[in-house]
């Protein structure tokens, strides 16, 4: 069997994308055009209630003053962020669509549904773009996901995408993690049930440990080609990607990546048309990325099943 053949990229012609952008841009522009109208609108009220207690009573009236335009500038930032959130709305689904992919906002099933050993403990968790589809024969989910503690200490335990992968080979068991992760005086991961196996060197230089369930702890050849697999996949993905954790039960692989900017992201609403272009074509780049997790599985599987078909000669 050689599940590489059949591919892994639901690629769209560069001529899909140009359609693509011409389709959304005018949608895009007015969900922008109505939000500057409101922030303007905003803006008006604030000037006109903030000069009324100063003319009337003189500059007793400038705390008045402020508080209003304190305020106004809150109500134009959130306008401004509820309007980011309908155009990514807008852009997202048709990227993930011309790709034979479905795309979906704030999906906290997506969360509940992953192994709990994958990700850090937080107090606030937040998921966001989840990319689900049909990719090399398999139904795969993606999501962005965001874990920090709250509260007044708000440090970020985990930004980044995580990848659930049906396998079509069986694979070895395995968990791989951020070695420092899982010691120290602050454990963000548990490995205490699991037996190490190895250590290797991620591609951004950390070090990442790698465990088998104590019941059956080998250090296979199978298991070695499908570490390799992961690091290529994320060397291939680029710099701003770096490998968290992964593991595997046999049926489904998760994975785990840490990257150090949000994806799909349209950094400005207002924007003009030729940013707004720019914008589309970044996030359907960054679709690439659960197609390069895929692939990266498919090489595993394939050498996987080469190696038992060639112990069975």
Known sequence: MTAAARGASPAAA?????????????????????????IGQISAVAVALAAVPVAAIGPAGAGWSAGVLIVSGVGALMVFRRT?????????????????????QDDRAFLDSLPERLLPRASQRIVDDVVE??????????????????????RTAFRGIVA??????????FFLAVER???GPAIRIGVA???????LTGPSGEVLGV?????????????????????????????HARLYSAMSDGRMTHVALRLDRDLFRIANPF????????????????????????????????AVAAGVSGQGR
């Open 271 to 302: 924007a003009g048309e030729d940013r707004l272009a720019e914008n589309i074509r970044r996030a359907f780049s960054e679709l690439s990325v659960p197609v390069r997790v895929v692939s990266a599985l498919l090489q595993a599987e394939a």
């Open 193 to 199: 049930d699991l037996t190490r196996v190895r250590n």
């Open 181 to 183: 992760e899982t010691r």
């Open 211 to 239: 465990w088998a369930p104590s019941s059956n702890p080998a250090d296979t050849p199978a298991l070695a080609a499908v570490l390799d697999a992961l690091k290529g996949m994320v060397s291939g993905i680029g710099g």
């Open 84 to 104: 980011r959130r309908r155009v990514e709305a807008l852009v997202m689904p048709g990227l993930a669509r011309a790709i034979g992919l479905s795309y979906r």
């Open 164 to 173: 659930a992968v049906p396998n079509l080979v069986a694979l070895p068991h």
């Open 14 to 38: 560069p001529s899909d994308v140009g359609v693509a952008v011409a389709d959304l841009l005018p949608r895009l522009r007015a969900e922008g055009r109505a939000g500057l109208r409101r």
């Open 133 to 154: 589809g049909a990719i090399g024969g398999r139904t795969i989910r993606f999501a962005e996901v965001t874990l920090s503690a709250g509260g007044t200490d708000s």
